[in-house]
């Protein structure tokens, strides 16, 4: 059996986000438009940002879902997690 109302997401993890933020791509905000420039995900992927890893900028993010160790750790940082 395979549920055809499944939903797939592509996970972006902290560490990945800190290592952008480190190498000055990302100032303050991310946006999905960025995402798919930097093809960390498709134009059509629905992006769930995942806990792994640490980070430290103040980030305003916006994706499609968040797990919730990476919802508090983005908003211990000083960031912004928004919902699409």
């Known amino acids: 059996f395979t549920n055809m109302n499944r939903k797939e997401y592509r996970g972006i993890n902290l560490d990945t986000l800190q290592g952008l933020v480190d ?3 990302v100032k303050k905000e991310l946006t999905l438009d960025q995402m798919v420039e930097m093809r ?3 134009k059509n992927d629905l992006v769930k940002i995942m806990g792994r890893g640490e980070l430290k900028a ?3 993010i916006t994706a499609h879902k968040f ?3 990476a919802k508090a ?3 211990a940082a000083g960031g912004e997690a928004i919902s699409l």
């Open 23 to 25: 190498s000055g791509e």
């Open 40 to 42: 960390l995900a498709g």
């Open 58 to 60: 103040p980030l305003k």
């Open 67 to 69: 797990t919730a160790t």
């Open 73 to 75: 750790a983005i908003e």
